[in-house]
């Protein structure tokens, strides 16, 4: 059974940074592309930043510059860090996982969802 876990939400101030964590299992992760995601009230959900099975990265150009992703496939988790963030940056960040190929950033790409970590960033 396909899990993702996500961690390390939370309140934190505008130019301030946060990392989180994705914790996967019930696949074999080295071979799977991992996406974050993140979806605001009103809003569809966004392709945040992506890394594929041979580490090839997309960014959204919103973050391109603050934020950055990595994997550590000996523990089998993705982390988004995060910084100097801004209010904008709020909203519910989801982790994703796809066993296709290729390097991809869209949602409808991806096959399994984990539940969300909210971030709000506010003074």
């Known amino acids: 059974q396909v899990q993702l876990v996500e961690s390390g939400g939370g309140l934190v101030q505008p130019g301030g940074s946060v990392r989180l964590s994705c914790a996967a299992s019930g696949f074999v992760f080295e071979y799977y592309s991992i996406g974050w995601f993140r979806q605001a009230p009103g809003k569809e959900r966004e392709g945040v930043s992506c890394i594929n099975y041979r580490d090839d990265t997309l960014y959204a150009d919103s973050v391109k510059g603050r934020f950055s992703i990595s994997r550590d496939n000996a523990k089998n988790t993705v982390y988004l860090q995060m910084n100097s963030l801004k209010d904008d940056d709020t909203a519910v960040y989801y982790c994703?996982?796809?066993?296709?190929?290729?390097?991809?950033?869209?949602?409808?790409?991806?096959?399994?969802w984990g539940q969300g970590t909210q971030v709000t960033v506010s003074s």
């Open positions: 994703a996982a796809d066993g296709g190929y290729g390097t991809k950033c869209r949602a409808y790409e991806y096959e399994y």
